[in-house]
């Protein structure tokens, strides 16, 4: 498992890990660094690795589109939140602690990976027995998770004033807009070849 | 000790984590180069063969939009030969990383009933344009037969379920049967003593 883990930890600064990780840490960002959304987060991604290795969900085109438009729309309100009356049900711990899983459990479905040899090896395996790859699918996904702990982190000992804390939101909305926004339009393509080439 | 003071060590030993698992990744690294390497070797190390249970005629290749660096069209020309069908695009770093053994493969083992077809399935835009594969091809030192597969049809008539994986390998037998299959990186010495075992069957 700690194979896996490793290698999960040196594909995240692969390309081919942005749809994975980068909504992941945009939503720490906009959780403000809280744990409870660290935590949400980290099991979204690992239940996106178990379906991930089960093989049995592959999203179509238009599907990506979808996907891609409610999770734009949810960042937009969670970062919206503090600014607009209506929408203040959106701060509840409850409700950005469930966005921030349910948006890396999305992310999980976009996300190609690098299949580097643990990762090879999981997949080939859980062609026969996906229960037995479990352990190592989720060790995987909690090391592709660390740059988010990280950021967590860094954010906690900083301990940055509330105006810093709010632009460090807008500006992660933002660029979360923008990643699923192309996932929205189907512009995913030359996005991830803008960082790929 | 506060909060703020707690996150600061925290942050500390998540940076030697990461740390750490790149120092891992210099062994790994490595790995790929020592296969390499054995190949080379006047006196390769005995490697367990894997089980290679015949898993039956492969798949056909559709939907091709040409061949490159080939004489042939078709697997069915390469019947009687030992093949590796390498699954792979060039924008793919794990894919890349594969290309020393397949090479290595190659060299040894070419003049010996061996074949490796290459089937390039683009995920991006940019890797479907067959210029740019020419050029990566010879850039990474990729000499033996591609099948461009732009569509990639092939790609997923392939691979089981509703997700296809970059790189994947199959090893097919004399009569064209899927005997070995790996999904990525890695796994190179299974490979090795896999294609040897293969070469060692009767016609």
């Known amino acids: ?197 | 000790m506060n909060a703020r003071a707690l996150a600061g060590i925290g942050t500390v030993v998540v940076a030697v984590v990461i740390g750490a698992a790149f120092v891992v990744d210099g062994s790994d690294g490595n790995e790929a180069a020592t296969a390499g390497i054995a190949l080379d070797d006047a006196t390769p190390t005995t490697i367990a063969v894997p089980d290679l249970p015949d898993r039956g005629p492969h798949p056909e290749l559709v939907d091709l939009a040409g061949w490159l660096q080939s004489d042939v069209t078709s697997l069915e020309e390469l019947e009687g030969k030992v093949v590796a069908v390498q699954f792979w695009t060039f924008g793919c770093s794990n894919c890349k990383a594969t290309l020393p053994h397949m090479s290595e493969l190659y060299q040894r083992y070419g003049s010996q009933g061996f074949e490796i077809v290459g089937v390039h399935a683009p995920e991006f835009s940019y890797e479907a344009d067959e210029a740019n594969i020419v050029a990566a091809a010879a850039d990474l030192g990729v000499t033996w037969p591609i099948a461009l597969d732009p569509t990639k049809r092939t790609f997923h008539l392939w691979q089981e379920g509703p997700t296809a994986h970059w790189p994947r390998i199959y090893l097919l037998d004399r009569d064209g049967h899927i005997r070995y299959d790996h999904i990525g990186e890695g796994r190179y010495d299974q490979i090795d003593a896999a294609v040897e075992a293969l070469l060692a069957e009767p016609a």
Request: charged content about 10%; some cysteine.
């Open chain 1, 1 to 197: 498992m700690i194979p896996s883990f490793a290698e999960a930890i040196r594909a995240t600064t692969q390309p081919c890990t942005l749809l994975l990780l980068l909504p992941c840490l945009l939503m720490a960002v906009i959780t403000r660094g809280r744990w409870a959304p660290f935590a949400a987060i980290c099991l979204g991604a690992v239940l996106g690795g178990w379906l991930f290795i089960a093989n049995v969900v592959s999203l179509s085109d238009l599907q990506l589109q979808l996907s891609g438009a409610i999770v734009a729309i949810a960042i937009a309100v969670l970062v919206a939140a503090p600014d607009v009356t209506w929408l203040t049900w959106a701060q509840s711990p409850p409700t950005q602690t469930a966005v921030a899983g349910g948006v890396a459990f999305v992310a999980t479905l976009w996300w190609r990976p690098c299949i580097g040899e643990e990762l090879g090896s999981i997949l080939t395996a859980s062609r026969n027995d996906v229960s037995a790859q479990l352990p190592g699918i989720t060790a995987y996904m909690l090391g592709a998770m660390v740059p988010v702990l990280a950021v967590v982190l860094i954010m906690r000992a900083l301990d940055p004033s509330e105006r810093v804390t709010r632009r460090a939101a807008l500006v992660a909305g933002g660029l979360g807009l923008v990643v699923a926004g192309a996932l929205a339009v189907g512009r995913h393509d030359e996005l991830v070849t803008t960082f790929t080439r």
